[in-house]
Structure formats: C-alpha cells, structure tokens
C-alpha cells in the first residue's frame, strides 16, 4: 500500500499519471479488504467505486466542490482519500468513523446521507444555491442505479433536468441494489449499455468519411440530416435526455482515463449532464463479485475464503420470515412485500417458495405501502416488511392509503429501537410516535422471537384493519431463560390480584405482570422487557419493590388498566427505546390526567437524542437503558 500511503491530502491525487492512479486504486481494494475483514462493514459496493472516485478527486476538490452521495454506503473510499484512513479501524464504531457521509466528521462530506434517492434534489439544491449566491464550484450527485427506483429521485431529475443549472449526476450501473435490481428502470438500463457499440461506429465515420478532402463536409452534411433517424434505430430513446440531460455513456466505470476525461467535459458543459458508469460490485475480490448481494453489508470476514463470521443467536427477521412462510402455506391470499431488502427482512425463504406472492418494489417504500392498500382493497392479505428507519418515508402513504380506510395491511415493522453500527440515519426510533397517530393502526410488540408466530397469525386471522408487529433485529436470549414466563406464573398465583390479572392477560395482548412489586413500577415492552426484570432485581437489593408490567400491544393502553394489575402503586416508570416526542410515555401522562386516581408517569428513553454509531449494548449503556442505567435512573427519581 506505497501509493496509498503517500496521500496526505485529496490534492495528491490531481497530481498522479494514470498509471499511479490504477496502483492507488490497487491499495485501495487491498486496504478495504483488510479493515473491513476486521469491522465488518459495506464491502461490494465499496470496492465497485474505487476508480471512479478515484477519478472524481483527480478531477474535482471535494473540499470545494460539492460530492453528494446517494444513500452514501459506498463513501468508504471517498473517506481514505479524505483525511480518515487512520481511523478506519474504528470504523462503524464509538467514536469511530462513521459508515456514512456525516459534515461534522469532514468538511468534504457535503451532506448527510443514510437514505435513498435523494441525491439529485441535494444537488439541485446546492447548484441553485451557488446560482443565486454569484459562487464558483461544480456539483456532482453520485447515484445508484438502485436508488433509481424510488420516486424521490425521479422528482429531482425531472426538476433538475429543466432547470438549465450546471450540475453532474453520476449514475452509478452496476445492476445491483442489495438485491437484484427490478422493475422497468432496470430493463431500460440494459437497452442503454448498447450504446457502446453506436458511439465506436461513430468514433471510425469520424476518422474517415468527415476528413475525406473536398467532399467530406457534403457527405458529412447529408448523413447529419439522417444521423437523427439512425440514431433512433439503433439505440432507444434515452429518458435522462428527454428530461433535459445531456447524456454521456455509458463508459466502463473502472477505466480511469475515460473517467476523468467524461468528468471534465461535463463540467465544462455548463448544463444538467448525467455520465453512465457502468460498474461491477464488488469489483477485485472474486467472491464479493461472485455474489455481491452476500457481501453487500459484512460482518468480520475471512479475506482467504470469504467466510463471514457467524453468530449464535437468531434474529427476529428470520423467525418472522419462518413465519410468514408457514402462514402462506395454509393461505394462498397472504402476500409478502419488500423493498430491495428481501434477505435483510428474512424473506428469502418464503421468495423461493411462494415467488407469485411475493412482490420485491425496489427502494420505493410510498410505492410498497400504497400497493398493499391496493392489494387488501381487493381481497389479499398484504404483510408488508421494511426496516423501522424507511419506513417514516412512506408516512402518508400509511396514513391516506391504508389507516384512513381502515384497510387490512400488515406490517413487519424490522430493527425496529436502536440499531448498532450504521449510527444516526438507521436508527428505528421514531416508528412507535408515527405509528401511534395512526388511525385504525394496531401495534403489537413481541419481547421475544418465540412470540412471533403468534403474534403474526393473530394480526392475520384476528384483527380488521392495519396491523404493525415491531420488533429489533437481534434476540437478546430465549423468553423462558429471561424467567418471563415463570415470573408471569408465579405473580398470578401468589398476587392479591391474580383473578384481575389472569382475566386482563387471557385477553388478546392485553398488559401482564411479570413481577410484582410494593412501591414503584416499571412499565415496558419489547426486548427492554429483559433489561426492566434485570432491573428490578437490582432495586430488590437497594431496598426498592419494582413491579414489572409487560406491554405486547401499545395503540389502546390505558393508565386504568396498567393500574389495576397494582395495589397502592402510584409512581409508574415507561421504558421505550424511542424518541421521547411520540412515545408512549407521553400518551400515558395525557391519560394520567384525565384519571381520577392520582398517577405520576415517569419516562425513561432516548429523549430527543439521534444515536451515534455504536453497538447496541453500547448505545443501551450511554442512554440508560440497560438494567444498571434503569435501575440507577429510578432510584435518582425516589429520592
């Protein structure tokens, strides 16, 4: 890693022959391997974009120019290259870099991004920004040929392209998302990449008709009148020129010498101009070429064989994915949505099995959910899968196409609470408050994966209307080892309450104690119910009674209910791993008072904090939701 050691600043670059560029390119992939073997991290997509942002810091300076990523996990080079190649071993860590574009971290990360298909409207942004403000730098947006199938970036294109503003899109091809690209954009694309084969016909009329002496200008002008029907013949009618684009490619995103040379003609230009790349993900390492939805995000691997370290606890995805699967078998009108997350939702299974149920969109989550509106309007039952942090894109399609009428959509709600790793953009914090405005919405909660099954069947078979199960990624231990079920047993039996409390639990997921307790209660759900029994036996040692009330549905929780399960308990603890706008806490105190008993609600979650990037015990450390920090947090609030 010669060259790579020898940059000190992005300036190095424009210096370097293209020859030192490809061995700069070299010590970038070697690099990659080496530190994300170790951290784990966006590996394919990371080594698909060496040379061309190689090529971008040749041509452009970032700390002026102004590069905007689209959903930004392919920013690991742009980082090396940026001042930050010493602190990659802390990558996707506290205090780390993060694996994101992140402005506080570097001056040359333009803007935030964690999210897809916003890039253009970034950048139109910026450009008219520059227009008005009588400034002098290029804008370049970096976009995916994955991203290309969310709205949002069909919006800014079309604006874009209209608007006459000297910008650059970089449409990176590689036919990849995190899975298989789909959808009429992708068929498009393929016709585009013939485009090669016209452009060198091109290139030889050039170089021997138009310079014949004397009757070459004649020749030349005649064929330019018919240039526009062969044109048409040969190639399809490209809809980023339709848009206003000067269109530029498609050319082999790993030669470097042709990069840098589109790049400098387009800023030139002086118009919107979007350059084709075309690229392979995962490009120098055989097994992430191989299959690069495998190596799209790793955890540690080994760089001889490719094998990624494993791990011993299942996941809430996979136990929803064996599910659904199970359900569908009985059901042939259970239908599965995603969008370009079907490995990452635990779908691949029921995919294989059940491919005519099951609908994979592409990154357009508003598409996804208004679809399942339209599904369960005409008779199917839509269960509908996405991450917590994509799914608050998709707020009003929730609202107008599926809760306002009441409509019979399911949605797996995944890692759902804090998510270790990919830090402040893939936090799925904010879905409890979103989803509970919602009319018509249920939310239920499973504190385990073995409630899954259960869980699912009941929003299928014993509910109208919409449905969200919310649940992490990670199992944190098996219900019966946290001592859940044996607490909830011993407490209905010895309990001067048990009658109250068996009739509420035997109702379809109505609040339960786990544990009972003399003087202060801890109110949670989810995998925080593991922490607050933790909790509990702590404050038992301090002197302090704690009951522990488990909450598996949120939308119809009432103060009177969580109270009835007590006796001369008044102080109530709410545990969320939230936002503390929208929580339930802040719902319960609203209802605390209008109650005619006096109730004091405490909360204990995240406030109005964006967790940075760290592990999730980490992150339940730091904002007090582990049982130490839960139990130390109630005995502050007794004193």
Same mark, same amino acid.
């Given at each position: 890693m010669h060259m790579l050691e020898t940059i000190s600043s992005p300036k190095d670059i424009e210096k370097m022959s293209i020859p030192e560029l490809y061995t700069l390119c070299d010590d970038l992939r070697a690099f990659l391997l080496k530190n994300i073997s170790q951290t784990g991290g966006h590996l394919a997509s990371n080594l698909g974009v060496v040379e061309l942002t190689v090529s971008i810091h040749n041509v452009f300076d970032t700390s002026r120019d102004r590069l905007i990523f689209d959903v930004g996990h392919q920013c690991y080079v742009h980082k090396i290259l940026t001042g930050r190649r010493e602190d990659f071993t802390n990558l996707r860590r506290l205090t780390?870099?993060?694996?994101f574009p992140d402005p506080s971290e570097s001056g040359h990360d333009a803007f935030i991004s964690g999210h897809a298909s916003t890039s253009v409207s970034v950048s139109l942004g910026m450009a008219r920004a520059r227009t008005l403000l009588g400034e002098d730098y290029s804008v370049i947006a970096l976009i995916g040929d994955g991203a290309l199938t969310g709205g949002l970036a069909y919006e800014g294109l079309s604006d874009a392209g209209q608007?006459?503003?000297?910008?650059?899109?970089?449409?990176?091809?590689?036919?990849?998302?995190?899975?298989?690209?789909?959808?009429?954009?992708?068929?498009?694309?393929?016709?585009l990449r013939v485009r090669p084969y016209y452009l060198s016909l091109k290139k030889v009329y050039r170089k021997t008709i138009a310079k014949i002496p004397l009757i070459g200008k004649g020749v030349t002008k005649f064929f330019r009148k018919i240039k526009s029907g062969f044109k048409?013949?040969?190639?399809?009618?490209?809809?980023?020129?339709?848009?206003?684009?000067?269109?530029?490619?498609?050319?082999?995103?790993?030669?470097?010498?042709?990069?840098?040379?589109?790049?400098?003609?387009?800023?030139?230009?002086?118009k919107p101009v979007l350059i084709h790349m075309l690229t392979i993900k995962g490009k120098g390492y055989q097994f992430a070429e191989d299959k690069p939805e495998q190596y799209h995000g790793v955890s540690c691997f080994?760089?001889?064989?490719?094998?990624?370290?494993?791990?011993?606890?299942?996941?809430?995805?996979?136990?929803?994915?064996?599910?659904?699967?199970?359900?569908?078998?009985?059901?042939?009108?259970?239908?599965?949505?995603?969008?370009?997350?079907?490995?990452?939702?635990?779908?691949?299974?029921?995919?294989?099995?059940?491919?005519?149920?099951?609908?994979?969109?592409?990154?357009?989550?508003?598409?996804?959910v208004t679809m399942a509106g339209g599904?369960?309007?005409?008779?199917?039952?839509?269960?509908?899968?996405?991450y917590s942090t994509f799914l608050q894109r998709a707020y009003d399609m929730l609202f107008h196409d599926v809760c306002l009428a009441g409509q019979k959509v399911i949605f797996a709600v995944d890692r759902a609470g804090l998510v270790a790793d990919d830090g402040k953009t893939h936090q799925g914090t904010l879905d409890v408050g979103m989803l509970l405005q919602m009319p018509n919405m249920k939310i239920l909660c499973p504190s385990d994966i073995s409630e899954?099954?259960?869980?699912?069947?009941?929003?299928?078979?014993?509910?109208?209307?919409?449905? !969200?199960?919310?649940?992490?990624?990670?199992?944190?231990?098996?219900? !019966?080892?946290?001592?859940? !079920?044996?607490?909830?047993?011993?407490?209905?039996?010895?309990?001067k309450n048990s009658t109250e409390a068996a009739t509420i639990s035997r109702a379809p997921y109505r609040p339960m104690m786990?544990?009972?307790?003399?003087?202060?209660?801890?109110?949670?759900?989810g995998r925080l119910v593991h922490n607050s029994l933790r909790a509990a036996d702590l404050l038992d040692n301090r002197g302090v009674s704690a009951a522990v009330i488990k909450l598996t549905r949120l939308d119809d929780v009432t103060v009177g209910e969580i109270t009835s399960l007590l006796k001369n308990v008044n102080t109530l603890f709410v545990v969320e791993e939230c936002a503390a706008h929208g929580s339930l806490a802040s719902l319960l105190a609203l209802d605390a008072d209008s109650f005619q008993k006096s109730v004091r609600i405490v909360s204990i979650n995240l406030g109005q904090n964006t967790p940075p990037v760290a592990t999730t015990g980490e992150l339940m450390k730091m904002y007090g939701l582990d049982a130490d920090g839960i139990a130390e947090e109630i005995l502050r609030r007794c004193k």
């Amino acid at each position: 890693m010669h060259m790579l050691e020898t940059i000190s600043s992005p300036k190095d670059i424009e210096k370097m022959s293209i020859p030192e560029l490809y061995t700069l390119c070299d010590d970038l992939r070697a690099f990659l391997l080496k530190n994300i073997s170790q951290t784990g991290g966006h590996l394919a997509s990371n080594l698909g974009v060496v040379e061309l942002t190689v090529s971008i810091h040749n041509v452009f300076d970032t700390s002026r120019d102004r590069l905007i990523f689209d959903v930004g996990h392919q920013c690991y080079v742009h980082k090396i290259l940026t001042g930050r190649r010493e602190d990659f071993t802390n990558l996707r860590r506290l205090t780390g870099v993060s694996g994101f574009p992140d402005p506080s971290e570097s001056g040359h990360d333009a803007f935030i991004s964690g999210h897809a298909s916003t890039s253009v409207s970034v950048s139109l942004g910026m450009a008219r920004a520059r227009t008005l403000l009588g400034e002098d730098y290029s804008v370049i947006a970096l976009i995916g040929d994955g991203a290309l199938t969310g709205g949002l970036a069909y919006e800014g294109l079309s604006d874009a392209g209209q608007s006459g503003e000297p910008l650059i899109v970089i449409l990176n091809d590689n036919e990849m998302s995190i899975t298989e690209n789909v959808g009429g954009l992708a068929r498009h694309l393929a016709h585009l990449r013939v485009r090669p084969y016209y452009l060198s016909l091109k290139k030889v009329y050039r170089k021997t008709i138009a310079k014949i002496p004397l009757i070459g200008k004649g020749v030349t002008k005649f064929f330019r009148k018919i240039k526009s029907g062969f044109k048409k013949a040969l190639l399809p009618s490209s809809m980023f020129e339709n848009m206003g684009f000067v269109y530029l490619g498609p050319v082999d995103g790993h030669n470097i010498k042709e990069i840098c040379r589109l790049l400098k003609v387009a800023r030139e230009i002086k118009k919107p101009v979007l350059i084709h790349m075309l690229t392979i993900k995962g490009k120098g390492y055989q097994f992430a070429e191989d299959k690069p939805e495998q190596y799209h995000g790793v955890s540690c691997f080994n760089v001889k064989n490719g094998e990624q370290a494993g791990t011993a606890s299942k996941s809430f995805s996979e136990a929803f994915g064996k599910a659904l699967t199970e359900l569908a078998g009985k059901d042939n009108k259970i239908c599965a949505i995603t969008a370009a997350m079907k490995s990452g939702t635990g779908l691949d299974g029921y995919a294989q099995k059940y491919p005519d149920r099951f609908f994979d969109v592409g990154i357009a989550e508003g598409h996804a959910v208004t679809m399942a509106g339209g599904l369960a309007k005409q008779g199917m039952i839509p269960v509908c899968a996405i991450y917590s942090t994509f799914l608050q894109r998709a707020y009003d399609m929730l609202f107008h196409d599926v809760c306002l009428a009441g409509q019979k959509v399911i949605f797996a709600v995944d890692r759902a609470g804090l998510v270790a790793d990919d830090g402040k953009t893939h936090q799925g914090t904010l879905d409890v408050g979103m989803l509970l405005q919602m009319p018509n919405m249920k939310i239920l909660c499973p504190s385990d994966i073995s409630e899954v099954y259960d869980m699912l069947r009941f929003a299928i078979y014993e509910t109208d209307g919409p449905v !969200a199960i919310r649940y992490p990624r990670s199992d944190p231990e098996h219900f !019966a080892k946290s001592g859940i !079920a044996e607490n909830s047993a011993k407490n209905a039996a010895t309990s001067k309450n048990s009658t109250e409390a068996a009739t509420i639990s035997r109702a379809p997921y109505r609040p339960m104690m786990l544990k009972s307790g003399r003087d202060v209660a801890i109110i949670t759900y989810g995998r925080l119910v593991h922490n607050s029994l933790r909790a509990a036996d702590l404050l038992d040692n301090r002197g302090v009674s704690a009951a522990v009330i488990k909450l598996t549905r949120l939308d119809d929780v009432t103060v009177g209910e969580i109270t009835s399960l007590l006796k001369n308990v008044n102080t109530l603890f709410v545990v969320e791993e939230c936002a503390a706008h929208g929580s339930l806490a802040s719902l319960l105190a609203l209802d605390a008072d209008s109650f005619q008993k006096s109730v004091r609600i405490v909360s204990i979650n995240l406030g109005q904090n964006t967790p940075p990037v760290a592990t999730t015990g980490e992150l339940m450390k730091m904002y007090g939701l582990d049982a130490d920090g839960i139990a130390e947090e109630i005995l502050r609030r007794c004193k």
